[in-house]
Each structure stands twice: as structure tokens, then as C-alpha cells.
């Protein structure tokens, strides 16, 4: 069963057990895929890495308003965005841990043979493909910029005035 079809069954479910807040999450799911489809044509349909991407738009929009809402003191409705987040997480494939993460990125640079910063997006882009929504783009970049960066001691000895 594809995640749009999990989704119908999971609001049809919510209606049933009259759980408002899974019901409203799943609504703004089921929303943010309609407006999607129908942003070019009428009768687009997605694919499964389309709607993974709209889940992990949605996830993240809920977790910085809760963060916005922490800031203010306002923790009812940052509760509020947290549950819906972890519900909307519910329809994301398995995240891959920092230690799997960092292979891929590893075996990624060695095959790109990446060596500068240059060559960082390149990289970021290629494991973006690789692991297809199972990681946060903020993740990727953040590991990728420790392996493609010059080590300290790299960036010490570009910086001295070469003595030709």
C-alpha cells in the first residue's frame, strides 16, 4: 500500500476513534499532497519520493514552530506541534542513524572522488539520492562539510604567505 493510501486509511481510522488531533494532522497531510498535485495539473500524480519529501516539508515546519513557540513560552501549542510532528513521522521511511549516514557519505566522497569544498555539493546531492528521505539535507550537509573541509592544520598552511 503506498503512503497516500496509508494516509486515507489512517484519516478514516481517526474519524472512527474521533481522535481530532491525528485527524488534523492527517488532513494537513492529505492537504499539503493535493495542493502539490494540483500546482502544475489537475491529474499529476505523485510518486512515493514526492510525498516523502512533502512528509519531511511538513515534519519540519511543525518542529520550528514548536521550537518558536518553546521560545515564547507558549508549551500547549508547542505540545500541540510536536504531537502532530511525530504523527506526520509516522508515514516517513526509517531514518538512517549518524554511524550509517556517515558510510554512505564516505563511500560517496571516494567514488566522486571529492577532495575540496568545491566538490561538496556535488556530494550532497548524490547522497540525497542515495539515501531518498531517510535523512535530513541539514544532517547530510553538516557530515559532509566535516569529511570535504581541509583538516586545521590544511587551513593553517594555505594561509601562509608562500616564500617563492
Excluded at 20 to 46: H, N, P, V, Y
Excluded at 104 to 112: D, Q, S
Excluded at 118 to 147: F, H, P, Q
Amino acid at each position: 500500500m503506498n503512503i497516500e493510501n496509508q494516509i486515507n486509511e489512517s484519516i478514516k481510522d481517526s474519524m472512527k476513534k474521533k481522535d481530532s488531533l491525528r485527524l488534523e494532522s492527517l488532513r494537513s497531510i492529505k492537504s499539503a499532497i493535493l495542493l502539490e498535485k494540483t500546482k502544475f495539473s489537475s491529474d499529476k500524480t505523485l510518486d512515493e519520493n514526492e510525498i516523502i519529501k512533502i512528509l519531511q516539508r511538513l515534519v519540519k515546519q511543525r518542529n520550528d514552530s514548536a521550537k518558536i513557540y518553546n521560545e515564547q513560552n507558549r508549551e500547549d501549542l508547542a505540545n500541540i506541534e510536536v504531537a502532530q510532528s511525530k504523527i506526520i513521522s509516522e508515514f516517513l521511511p526509517e531514518q538512517l542513524n549518524e554511524t550509517e549516514l556517515t558510510e554512505i557519505i564516505n563511500t560517496t566522497i571516494t567514488e566522486l572522488n571529492a577532495s575540496s569544498m568545491k566538490d561538496m555539493g556535488t556530494v550532497i546531492s548524490e547522497v540525497n539520492n542515495k539515501v531518498s528521505g531517510r535523512a535530513e539535507g541539514r544532517i547530510i550537509a553538516e557530515i559532509c562539510l566535516l569529511y570535504t573541509s581541509p583538516s586545521p592544520r590544511d587551513r593553517q598552511k594555505s594561509r601562509m604567505p608562500s616564500s617563492a
